[in-house]
């Protein structure tokens, strides 16, 4: 099993382009997530999808939008970036929604210029 | 929303000896958990401690909850070089999940 596997690893966008950062889990898992981490900070929750079909805006979801193509993926779209967004982009999926434990992907180093 | 918070932020030790990382959190909470994150590299997680739990062990790890207090340590004991890492908690509370700003640990040989 891959676990969760996210695309591409590295990102570099200009001011005001878009991109689409992919996300896919082989657990059989409902719930995933998208997380956005800044130097020497803890993970703050973009989106969250609590089930195939569902999504739900975390904490800083503003520029972002998400897509829960189905129960396998799940993916996080910048439709006009901003140096703000420059981050780690973390994807991590579990069994039910907060109950149980997460897993997550190795990450995506996006910079915007 | 503000995140919970970690203490400390850094600590170093040598091998052999026990970290000790405490996190505080605001709200109540349906489970606490905890996960290590090495350089460069995503979560993993290490240990999940329901509300109505007051102690879990695994392995070298015990994980202390004090709801009263909103509180909870992770015990690393008998530490190693490869313990070095990020550790982090996560509070996850009816709709909301709040990740701590972390405590980086290093263990020096």
């Known amino acids: 099993n891959a676990g969760v596997t996210q695309t591409p690893k590295f990102q570099v966008l200009k001011t005001g382009q878009s991109m689409t950062l992919q996300c896919a889990q082989d657990?059989?898992?409902?719930?995933m997530y998208w997380y956005r981490q800044d130097p020497g900070m803890g993970l703050r929750l973009i989106y969250y999808?609590?089930?195939?079909?569902?999504?739900d805006k975390g904490e800083v979801p503003n520029g972002y939008n998400v897509s829960r193509l189905n129960k396998r993926e799940f993916s996080l779209r910048l439709e006009s970036a901003a140096p703000s967004q420059t981050s780690v982009y973390f994807c991590?999926?579990?069994?039910?929604?907060?109950?149980?434990?997460?897993?997550f992907g190795p990450g995506t180093r996006l910079t915007v210029t | 929303s503000q995140q919970g918070e970690e203490d400390p932020q850094a600590l170093s030790i040598q091998e052999g000896e026990n970290a000790t990382m405490n996190c505080s959190y605001k709200?109540?909470?349906?489970?606490l958990q905890w996960y290590r994150q090495n350089s460069g590299r995503g979560l993993v997680h290490l240990i999940l401690?329901?509300?109505?739990?007051r102690e879990k062990h695994s392995g070298r790890l015990r994980v202390t909850l004090d709801t009263s207090k909103k509180s909870s340590s992770l015990l690393i004991t008998a530490s190693r070089a490869a313990d070095t890492a990020s550790y982090f908690c996560?509070?996850?509370?009816?709709?909301?999940?709040?990740f701590g700003e972390g405590t980086q640990l290093t263990v020096n040989p």
């Open positions: 991590a999926s579990s069994g039910e929604l907060h109950i149980y434990e997460q897993y």
């Open positions: 657990m059989n898992h409902n719930s």
């Open positions: 999808s609590a089930s195939e079909g569902t999504t």
């Open positions: 709200t109540s909470i349906n489970n």
């Open positions: 401690i329901r509300s109505n739990e």
């Open positions: 996560l509070e996850t509370s009816g709709s909301r999940l709040t």
